[in-house]
Each structure stands twice: as structure tokens, then as C-alpha cells.
């Protein structure tokens, strides 16, 4: 394999993502697959099969998320060019015990993208494979990704996680969202599992992994989007960009979502130009973060159209302007959980971002709550399963008997019914806090772990 990868791609933490905030110009026409499902509500993704409902008789626990609620990639790649397929998936693996501790030694971790087997035969995707060498500067074997991570490895739709410290991790799959029926499904599901040296199956769990082409240009630039985009920039600014195409967007305009560590020789980010040009044309956040039918902000505590994209990140206007001033560097500085969740313990990250941070037992928010913009429950069946596998219930998961194997009861609920109803003294009373049936919404980050008499906490 021959490789000459650029310096914006060398090094760069696993970031191929949010099109939502990088995303300029994407759209054109959809493949035929994919026309059939723009409108109305998304398909929901393919079931993710037989799990075990129940972990108190099993030695190990995954944990597997997305590293983003939504991946997005161009429809094409023979003209204009913002992102390639490039998706990430994390797992952690917890050895139950009395403490319970995540472990990587011992353990292969396998993933597969269920009825996904390849990429490049798919609509226009194959484009990528035919121009990768003229926009990322490497040679790839067909259906196989690229990767800032671990630049030399480059997976597909199925292999194997690298350990990487506390945790498990497969950067830069070529996911697309067509699958192999033909079925365009912008929320595919990826099947974890855990082996231990002996090649037995200790545990496995399924995640969304998501990835859209909704980036909706079309919209203003018309069927042809990609090349009226590069018609324009040349006109408006003398650049030769369609004689040269295909062109990457951030070969001038700096993506830290690729790596770049600075705006580009054009002196301004990808994302500022995007956002600073389309403020004053009609454009909504879900034109291109990515589309009016993905819409891939999806938990049920943070959606509300188009409105928590502003409450959180501002509008575009305001992304522009403090990107240009200085207080907002792309993908680097991104909305604090704190923010609106003020007096809640654990919750703020300090100079981590959410999906990078880690909590309780030394477990990444993520493997708990869900995606950056995919916090359980959402409205996606697959995002839901992981939650309902490990606790029976769609909701962020605090079963203490998940991962404790000191703990009674398959969930939080069962042990409050037994142990905290009418306001009895608790077992959490005794020896670190208590709490009557009004208050479980509080659990378990506003209940303080508290050890008494200076014997230490309870497990």
C-alpha cells in the first residue's frame, strides 16, 4: 500500500464527524435508494438481534458507543468535497467485581455493521476509492477507510478494535448509508463482540452507527450542487477550483474535523466560511447537519427542531463571528454539558468535551448516556437497545447490578421500590445518602458517594 498522507491528516485525534458543524456544501441528487426514503420519518435500523437481557451471571460487560450522534459523508466525490466515509466506534469492556474495573488485556473485540458488507458499489461512493490519492493524499484498498488515529490501519465494515489504553477502539470505518438490500438508513447498527484468550464470546452489545448524506445543498444550489458550489467560488473569487475538481474543501479552508490545527492558507475555517456566508440566506441547521430527514440531533431531553442547535451552539451568525474573533476554534470548543445542567455533580468536564470525558468507575460519559447528540433515550430504536440490554429501560444507564456484582436487583428501579418507597431509611442512607421516590430523577449524579465513620464508601 502506498501512502503520503498530508500533515493536516497526521496525528489528528479520531474526528472524521460532526458534518454538522464543518459541513459547507454537500446535496446533489440522492442514489436511487435513497430517493424513495427523503421524506417523512427515517427508517428505523435493522433489529439488533439476540442479546442477553440479564448480566449478573456474566464475568464481563460492553459498552460501545459512537463517538458522534451523527457521522456525515458527500453523496459524491468527484467534485466538491467536505468529508469522506469516516466513522468511529468506542467500547469499553467492565470486568464485574467488587469494585468493577475496565480491562483491555486478555480480551479480542470484534465489530461488524449488520447487512453492511461493502461501501464502494453503493451509489457514487466508489468515487472515493478512485480520488482518495487526489484528496487525502493516500492509496486505499477498496472498502477500506482511512484513519488519524492509526494512519497505518485501515478498516472496513468489519475487523477487529485496537486496545487503546482503558478502552477499545476501530477509527475510520468507510460506512455509507446504503445497505446491502439497497435500503439507504441513515442509522446502521454495529454488533460488539468480546472474546476472551480462549476465543470464547464473554459478552457483546449492538450500537448505532451513524452516517448520512443528507448535507442538503440542493436546496439553493440546485440538482447539481456540488459543481454550481465550485462555479460560484470561482466566480466570486477567482479561484480555478472546477477546472481542478475534485477539490477538498479543507485543503484551503482548515478542518479541525481533519486534523488541521490552524484556518488554512486561506486564513479562514471551514466553518466560519460556511456559516458566515449562509447567515443571511434563508439557511436552517438542518439543511446541512444533516437534512430534514435524518435531523440527527435525536434525544428526547435535547430536540426541539432546530431550536437546541441554537441554544446550544448559537446561531450562525454567532458561530461565525466568535470563530472569527477568536473565542471559538471548530471542533475544539464545543457547548459544556454544565452549562444547563448547572449544581450537578460530575457533570462538568473542565477542558474535556463530552466525548472525550470520563466519569463514574472511570467509564466515558458516552458509555452511559449515549452520543454527543444521541443521549438515551432518542427516538432510534438501536440507539435505545444497549440501555434496555444492560438495566430494561430506555434510559442512561445506572444499574448498580450492570457492572456490581456486590449489588442486588437488575436495576435502579427495583432496588428504590424495595429500599427508598414512603421514605423509609435506606441501605444509601446508612452509608452514603438517601432519597425519597420524588428525588430518583436525581440519580445518581446528585447523589454524593459519602463513606461514614471514615471507614470508607460502600461499593
Given at each position: 500500500m502506498t501512502r503520503h498522507a498530508p500533515r493536516t491528516l497526521a496525528g489528528a485525534a479520531s474526528a472524521l464527524a460532526l458534518a454538522g458543524l464543518l459541513a459547507a456544501c454537500g446535496g446533489g441528487s440522492k442514489t436511487e435508494a435513497a430517493a424513495a426514503s427523503t421524506t417523512g420519518t427515517p427508517p428505523l435500523p435493522a433489529e439488533p438481534g439476540s442479546l442477553p437481557s440479564a448480566t449478573t451471571s456474566s464475568s464481563y460487560v460492553v459498552l460501545a458507543w459512537n463517538d458522534l450522534g451523527m457521522h456525515c459523508l458527500n453523496p459524491s466525490y468527484d467534485a466538491a468535497v467536505i468529508l469522506p466515509p469516516y466513522n468511529t466506534v468506542v467500547a469499553q469492556v467492565v470486568k464485574r467485581g467488587n469494585p468493577p474495573q475496565p480491562v483491555t488485556s486478555g480480551l479480542t473485540v470484534s465489530y461488524r455493521i449488520l447487512n453492511n458488507t461493502k461501501s464502494s458499489t453503493k451509489g457514487t461512493f466508489g468515487q472515493f476509492w478512485v480520488n482518495v490519492q487526489k484528496l487525502f493524499g493516500v492509496t486505499l484498498p477498496l472498502d477500506k477507510g482511512l484513519n488519524l488515529d492509526d494512519p497505518a490501519v485501515n478498516n472496513g465494515l468489519s475487523g477487529t478494535m485496537l486496545a487503546k489504553g482503558d478502552h477499545f477502539l476501530a477509527s475510520g470505518i468507510p460506512l455509507t448509508p446504503i445497505d446491502d438490500k439497497g435500503v439507504w438508513n441513515p442509522y446502521q447498527v454495529g454488533e460488539i463482540t468480546v472474546k476472551d484468550a480462549s476465543g470464547k464470546v464473554v459478552a457483546k452489545t449492538t450500537t448505532t452507527v451513524p452516517t448520512s448524506d443528507e448535507i442538503n445543498c440542493s436546496k439553493c444550489h440546485g440538482k447539481d450542487a456540488l459543481n454550481d458550489v465550485l462555479k460560484k467560488h470561482d466566480a466570486a473569487h477567482g479561484t480555478q477550483l472546477f477546472a481542478s475538481k475534485p477539490v477538498l474543501c479543507a485543503s484551503c479552508h482548515g478542518s479541525p474535523a481533519l486534523g488541521a490545527t490552524g484556518p488554512g492558507s486561506s486564513r479562514m475555517y471551514l466553518s466560519q466560511a460556511v456559516h458566515g456566508f449562509h447567515a443571511t440566506r434563508g439557511a436552517s441547521c438542518y439543511d446541512c447537519h444533516p437534512g430534514p430527514t435524518t435531523q440527527c440531533s435525536r434525544s428526547l431531553a435535547h430536540t426541539a427542531a432546530?431550536?437546541?442547535?441554537?441554544?446550544?451552539?448559537?446561531?450562525?451568525?454567532?458561530?461565525?463571528?466568535?470563530?472569527?474573533?477568536?473565542?471559538?476554534?471548530?471542533?475544539?470548543?464545543?457547548p459544556k454539558c454544565a452549562t444547563c445542567h448547572t449544581g450537578v455533580a460530575g457533570v462538568?468536564?473542565?477542558?474535556?468535551?463530552?466525548?472525550?470525558?470520563?466519569?463514574?468507575?472511570?467509564?466515558?460519559?458516552?458509555?452511559?448516556?449515549?452520543?454527543?447528540?444521541?443521549?438515551?433515550?432518542t427516538r432510534q430504536a438501536s440507539d435505545n437497545a444497549q440501555a434496555i440490554q444492560y438495566q430494561g429501560k430506555a434510559?442512561?444507564?445506572?444499574?448498580?447490578?450492570?457492572?456490581?456484582?456486590?449489588?442486588r436487583g437488575e436495576g435502579f428501579s427495583e432496588w428504590a421500590h424495595e429500599h427508598g418507597t414512603g421514605g423509609k431509611a435506606s441501605a444509601c442512607n446508612v452509608c452514603h445518602t438517601g432519597f425519597l421516590d420524588p428525588q430518583q430523577a436525581k440519580w445518581p449524579h446528585q447523589f454524593q458517594w459519602k463513606a461514614r465513620g471514615g471507614s470508607g464508601g460502600g461499593d
Open positions: 432546530d431550536g437546541n442547535c441554537t441554544a446550544c451552539h448559537g446561531d450562525m451568525a454567532n458561530v461565525a463571528a466568535t470563530i472569527k474573533n477568536g473565542t471559538r476554534v471548530p471542533w475544539a470548543n464545543e462538568d468536564t473542565g477542558t474535556a468535551l463530552y466525548r472525550n470525558a470520563r466519569g463514574h468507575g472511570n467509564l466515558y460519559c458516552s458509555a452511559c448516556h449515549g452520543s454527543p447528540h444521541a443521549m438515551v433515550p434510559k442512561a444507564i445506572a444499574s448498580c447490578a450492570a457492572c456490581h456484582s456486590s449489588n
